[in-house]
């Protein structure tokens, strides 16, 4: 066993609930490929966050369940230590920040990079929840999508909160790549990626996948039936991607209307990322929203186009060059895209939406909505009400030639 760092430990910074079960368990999370679930292993005490749908959901009700604590923080190598650590022969275990997919693809190739360094190291996740199918692309790692039994726990040398890496308590106002932050906190060298170009050909398949978790990044229905019956008319195997998950997808699709495209196939999403994921990796070349699937891309170098709005594309896409990238060039009276926004914010009186759409400076905005609104959310994406997100249909000429450019055949001699 390798030794003790002599920094000292410090809490998690998330909260961890401790648990007995009276009776076997088990669980998965419905869009998670089923071989990722757990079972309980009959020890005396289980840890899950207390975010977790896991607490939130199945442990508040089940009556063979005892809370024992829901203010349980584990102890882990403090951020200082990263880089001055070890961990050649090493167990760590990792707990996952949230299960946002580009977030979880960063730390994926993270993974990588450490592996190629500590190639004896042995690599574990905790909560990574809807994001497990994300971590299974790495080689021997563990995943504990949802809790850990204080068996396994006691297994690790290592607990590490990725959390601690810089720039993660701002997220939601300012985007950061998490492979970046991570390799330089770790002090690793980023793994090789391999050049993989679009090359264009006759029936090539190609990926439309418009929609991003948030109307912020969400493209416009007018510019996605527009690009599809380009790429139809073209003679190419079209799949336009949507997200059955999200409660706007069905008035999202209607306004398509991509049933009348051309060789355009329409699929209203995948049961699991897993099947995403093995999508991905299939396609000639696709073209994506801000979105998971725009990060998914880094795992195969899938070329494409990736067309962004309030976030900065050259932060997300980091030091990948397999999509070409097109960032909204909206400049207005509140804002100016990118403006660094993640999520719609609500203001005091209780209005949603962003500078642009509320026509308020950001110090006016308040926190995130404490509250869904469906009908808001389709308005949004159906009438593309964000100003940086509505401005990519003036840009929609230029946008049409960097797909033409990919994609046009070359010419015989």
């Not at 809490?11 to 071989?35: D, W, Y």
């Not at 810089?166 to 998490?178: D, L």
């Not at 599809?228 to 059955?244: D, F, K």
Request: net charge neutral; hydrophobic share 40%.
């Amino acid at each position: 066993m390798p030794a003790k760092p002599h920094h000292k430990l410090h809490p998690a910074r998330k909260k961890f609930t401790r648990f007995a079960s009276k009776v076997p368990f088990q669980f998965g999370l419905p869009n998670v490929s089923p071989t990722l679930g757990q079972s309980s292993d009959g020890s005396p005490i289980y840890f899950t966050r207390t975010t977790s749908l896991l607490r939130q959901q199945a442990l508040a009700t089940a009556p063979s369940v005892q809370i024992k604590s829901d203010a349980f923080y584990p102890r882990v190598l403090p951020r200082a230590a990263w880089s001055e650590t070890d961990f050649a022969t090493s167990r760590v275990l990792f707990l996952i920040p949230d299960d946002a997919l580009g977030d979880c693809v960063g730390m994926v190739l993270f993974f990588r990079a450490f592996a190629q360094k500590y190639p004896d190291a042995k690599i574990a996740v905790l909560n990574s929840a809807s994001a497990s199918d994300i971590f299974a692309t790495v080689a021997d790692i563990e995943i504990f999508q949802l809790f850990i039994s204080s068996k396994q726990l006691a297994r690790f040398d290592h607990v590490i909160d990725l959390s601690e890496m810089e720039g993660w308590e701002t997220i939601a106002q300012m985007p950061v790549n998490p492979e970046e932050s991570l390799c330089t906190a770790f002090a690793l060298s980023p793994i090789t990626l391999p050049a993989r170009q679009p090359v264009a050909k006759p029936g090539m398949n190609i990926g439309i996948l418009p929609m991003a978790s948030s109307p912020l990044r969400t493209l416009p229905p007018a510019l996605v039936r527009d690009i599809a019956q380009m790429l139809g008319h073209a003679g190419h195997q079209i799949t336009l991607i949507l997200n059955a998950y999200q409660g706007v997808m069905r008035a999202y699709k209607d306004s398509i209307a991509a049933d009348e495209l051309e060789n355009v196939t329409v699929i209203d999403g995948f049961r699991t990322i897993g099947e995403l994921i093995g999508f991905m990796e299939k396609q000639d070349y696709v073209v994506l929203a801000d979105s998971g699937p725009a990060h998914i891309t880094k795992l195969f170098q899938t070329p494409g186009l990736g067309i962004y709005t309030s976030a900065a594309a050259n932060v997300l896409q980091g030091r990948h060059t397999n999509l070409r990238n097109w960032q909204s060039s909206y400049r207005g009276d509140f804002c100016a895209a990118p403006c660094g926004l993640a999520k719609l914010r609500a203001t005091s009186d209780g209005q949603i939406g962003c500078m642009g759409s509320l026509k308020v400076p950001f110090d006016q905005l308040g926190d995130l909505p404490t509250t869904s609104n469906k009908a808001l959310a389709e308005k949004m994406v159906v009438e593309s009400t964000v100003p940086c997100v509505s401005h990519l249909q003036s840009d929609q000429d230029s946008i049409f030639q960097m797909l033409d450019e990919d994609l046009k055949m070359p010419t015989t001699p």
